[in-house]
């Protein structure tokens, strides 16, 4: 049984046409990534030690998953012994219920969010908000887009596809509604200064900090969050109570594994050495200790993963979530994030969003979303054969009636007629005969969509003009000026 992944709203077709059509988006996508994927080869080239240890880390990661339940096991008793708690959640519900059931424990109301892409999965904001809960992202790219109510667009940048005029309208109106002072200008200081302001006070007035976790390390039940900003200490060390979101693939073995581990992210993601901000959770305060929270809770998040363990998915648990994948995709280079529907996107999520929320629901990710350019799989700093995957999850839909039986007779009719040389020439002709009214300038333009095979022809050529076929064939002049066949 799979987890749980909010299912879009839209089709494809229609979330990549919004996309399409949005020059600003496209713009903004493309500078992110195109920026991020040559800061990520600069770091490479000027680190020699990089690709070896990245072998180390892929070594690493693998050898943790295949023992997952045993670190799991000694994660969750090393976190005990040191005064935390653990639970074990399932999927989405489980989560908000044990965080509904500690904010009424404390009579809490205000929760502040370190940036977190399993609370995103399981849509726990929403979750929290329905419960009473007054919620605040502290993530800067994370508050830009919950001010724009909507979901991240890139896996290490949220607001990846926002211009710095959107941010300050944003900003602008929300000082508005608070009565404070708007940004100065659109200057990214200015725009920086604003937020902290408005943030500052959210930090000092929660009663509840929630974050993710990059890693935990089993061997001492030590929770690893590496960031870029300092709202990830503020929001695990100023609130009485810390709500750590897990997902479970993020238990590693040892400090040592750790050690290899960390580089990982931010070489393939940010082109950084490390991260900013390196911080270390080993449980809640202690006697004598001035900061850190009163409480300290590990929800350990399945949602679907621990099914993938000992299948030809496997690997996929081994991701980091550096993001490296998307910045070379060509598909989320023109598109973004949002076109997919998912809350993981480019050639992950294509991979991610089947296997956790069920191949039905996700079908036309696989299908419509990828190039099968490979550039995916030479990216990914953990080897994730994400190319092999889309094209398993293909033959998928396939085998479990998936696609649609129409498109499904489309091609079983044209293999068959290209089985055959006789089949391949009457086709060949046919389409010469019914070309004609679509050919402008010497090109295939738009077709309409009723038109056999059932939409292929007009879905390809919507986007692209393609050459009509020849008035003479390469066979057909041969035995024009040959006299052989």
């Known amino acids: 049984m799979a987890g749980f992944l909010p299912a879009p709203a839209t089709p494809w077709p229609e979330r990549r046409d919004r996309a399409l059509a949005d020059r600003t ?6 500078r992110t990534t195109h920026h991020l994927a040559a800061q990520r080869r600069e770091a490479y080239a000027g680190y020699p030690r990089g690709e070896e240890l990245q072998e180390q880390a892929l070594a690493s990661r693998r050898a943790g998953v295949a023992r997952l339940d045993e670190l799991i096991a000694t994660a969750s008793r090393n976190v005990e012994a040191r005064g935390g708690r653990v639970v074990r959640a399932a999927g989405p519900l489980d989560v908000a219920r044990h965080v509904l059931d500690v904010a009424r424990r404390r009579n809490a109301l205000r929760v502040v969010k370190s940036k977190s892409m399993a609370t995103e999965e399981i849509e726990l904001n929403r979750r929290l908000e329905a419960g009473g809960l007054k919620v605040r992202e502290t993530d800067l790219g994370e508050y830009i887009i919950q001010l724009a109510g909507e979901h991240p667009s890139h896996i290490i940048v949220p607001a990846a596809h926002k211009t710095r005029g959107q941010i300050r309208e944003l900003f602008d109106a929300e000082a508005r509604a608070v009565g404070t002072a708007p940004p100065a200008d659109e200057s990214t200081p200015a725009l920086t200064a604003f937020a902290r302001r408005q943030l500052r006070e959210d930090f000092l007035r929660a009663d509840i900090g929630i974050s993710g976790g990059n890693y935990l390390v089993a061997e001492t039940g030590t929770l690893v969050l590496i960031t870029n900003e300092g709202n990830g200490r503020m929001s695990t060390t100023l609130p009485p109570v810390h709500i750590a ?3 479970i693939d993020k238990v590693v073995a040892s400090w040592a594994d ?4 960390l580089q990982q992210a931010p070489l393939s993601g940010t082109g950084q ?14 006697a004598g200790e001035l900061d850190g929270p009163d409480e300290f809770h590990l929800v350990l998040l399945d949602n ?5 363990l000992d299948t030809e998915y496997a690997d996929t648990l081994t991701c980091i979530r550096c993001g490296s994948c998307l910045n070379v995709c060509p598909v989320f280079r023109t598109v973004g994030g949002h076109a997919y529907g998912s809350v993981y996107s480019g050639p992950i999520g294509i ?9 039905a629901q996700a079908a036309e990710l696989p299908e419509s979303a990828c190039t099968l350019c490979h550039a995916c799989r030479d990216a990914c700093p953990m080897d994730i054969d994400l190319p092999q995957h889309i094209l398993s999850l293909r033959e998928r839909e396939v085998t479990e009636g998936l696609t649609a039986r129409s498109l499904d007779l489309t091609y079983e009719v044209w293999a068959r007629l290209w089985a055959s040389p006789a089949g391949y020439r009457s086709t060949t002709r046919l ?6 009214a679509y050919v402008r300038n010497g090109t295939l333009g738009r077709v309409p969509g009723h038109l056999p095979p059932p939409g292929l022809l007009a879905g390809w050529l919507s986007t692209r003009d393609a050459p009509p076929v020849a008035a003479e064939t390469f066979h057909e002049w041969w035995a024009r000026t040959r006299g052989e066949t």
Do not use: D, K, N
Not at 25 to 30: K, N, P, Q
Not at 431 to 436: S, V
């Open 258 to 261: 750790l050690g290899v581990l």
């Open 273 to 286: 050495r490390l991260t900013t901000y390196v911080s270390l959770i080993s449980g809640p305060r202690r």
């Open 25 to 30: 988006l496209r713009g903004a996508i493309s």
């Open 351 to 359: 991979v991610l969003t089947p296997l956790l929320g069920g191949l």
């Open 431 to 436: 389409a010469r005969l019914g070309q004609r």
């Open 245 to 247: 979101v897990v997902g």
């Open 304 to 308: 679907g993963r621990h099914e993938l």
